[in-house]
């Protein structure tokens, strides 16, 4: 049955995130996704002449593979998908689950391999390609959200097709005020972070890649980071639910990791030797946006948010940083959070989740959403 949403968000990822042009070819790969959004996409793709092409997953199935897989056959998957990858101009990813701990009992050394050998694919995606991805809406997810069904079926579409051209001002501010900043000071409970951005530029988020959207971001010199932060939103990294990840730093790497899994968490730092260095630093500001749901998706771009991400750096805005791991880890400043700052070069520019100079003003929710926002209550 058609779901003129459906139709919606997939005009959303094909004509402004991944702009397909006549002629050109892209790669649909959908994991538990409707049949019918799958065909609501490749409708898209065919109304701006474009030549779909489709891969489709299964989290349990994956699951199993990843059960049993070795380094030839995840040497040959990799050399499948990027030789696929290499024939697309724009990709598109659709990724549901019914259990957002499926991978959970899968050893940790089977992922570990996995995402190693994948990686050459991946950043053939990341950098070679126009690229979105998001998440389909389960009961899974409400249940995260700690929303119904429906309600959260609501705010996923509500979210999805928000007019990111009305961030645009603020963002491109935003972005001009990163490029020439050195130093970056984040304080808040549990947290006194100190790092230099100078050099790495940064980069708006605003539909493109992600959906939902709504971030500017950049990377930390990697040896400059100091000092420690305590994430007080959830995460989840191979199957396993993280929470009160505590970081320490000095010269830029991890020297103490702890949570509620705390020998979990140093495994996956102990990838590899990029795997305790940060490859990003970023500030969220979706409006909508407003509570963890342990989908990194969303909750990297939560209003009042920023995240820190050990591991790999992107090859634009990025510190050369190379790892298999790359972890967004969020932090929400927000009062009802229990607040926080962030200075740029000795000077305020975010305050308990909200930002502080004139020019970066039209971030702040009550501008974004033209009404004024309860960001404590909201749901």
């Known amino acids: 049955m058609s779901d003129s949403r459906y139709d919606s968000l997939a005009r959303v990822l094909t004509a402004h995130s991944t702009k397909l042009k006549a002629g050109e070819r892209v790669l649909i790969d959908v994991s538990d996704t409707p049949e019918e959004f799958v065909i609501a996409l490749i409708r898209a793709a065919r109304v701006a002449k474009a030549e779909p092409h489709l891969v489709m997953h299964s ?35 659709v990724r549901g689950s019914q259990n957002i701990s499926e991978m959970a ?34 009961p899974s997810m409400a249940q995260q959200a700690q929303m119904s069904t429906e309600a959260f079926a609501e705010f996923f579409f509500r979210v999805c097709t928000l007019d990111y051209a009305a961030m645009m001002p603020g963002m491109k501010a935003l972005k001009a005020l990163m490029d020439k900043t050195d130093r970056v ?62 970081l320490e730093f000095s010269k830029g790497k991890v020297i103490k990791a702890t949570a509620n899994h705390t020998k979990a968490l140093n495994e996956i730092l102990d990838t590899d030797a990029g795997a305790r260095f940060i490859g990003e630093f970023s500030l969220g500001f979706n409006p909508h946006i407003l509570h963890p749901m342990r989908d990194i998706l969303f909750d990297e771009k939560i209003a009042g948010s920023f995240h820190f991400t050990p591991g790999q750096a992107y090859d634009v805005a990025g510190n050369g940083n190379k790892s298999a791991v790359h972890w967004d880890m969020v932090c929400i400043q927000r009062k009802d ?21 004139p020019a970066l003003q039209a971030l702040n929710p009550e501008r974004l959403l033209g009404k004024k ?7």
Not at 78 to 84: E, F, G, Q, W
Not at 337 to 357: A, H, M, N, S
């Open 373 to 379: 926002a309860s960001l404590a209550k909201e749901r």
């Open 105 to 138: 009992d899968v050893p940790q050394s089977q992922l570990a391999l996995l995402s190693a050998k994948l990686r050459p694919a991946l950043d053939y995606r990341i950098n070679k390609t126009r690229w979105v991805v998001l998440r389909w809406p389960t």
């Open 337 to 357: 959070y229990g607040g926080g700052e962030v200075w740029f070069d000795g000077k305020l520019i975010r305050k308990d989740g909200l930002f502080v100079p």
């Open 185 to 246: 000071e984040i304080k808040g409970p549990g947290t006194d972070l100190r790092f230099s951005i100078k050099g790495i530029g940064s980069v708006i988020c605003g539909g493109e890649h992600n959906i939902p959207d709504g971030e500017v971001f950049s990377c930390p010199v990697k040896n400059s980071v100091e000092g420690y932060v305590t994430f007080n939103a959830p995460t989840l990294n191979r199957g396993i639910a993280f929470d009160n990840v505590r």
């Open 59 to 93: 989290g349990r199935i994956s699951r199993e593979l990843a059960m049993g897989v070795t380094g030839p056959q995840a040497e040959t998957m990799a050399s499948i998908d990027l030789a696929r990858l290499k024939k697309m101009q724009a990709y598109i990813a």
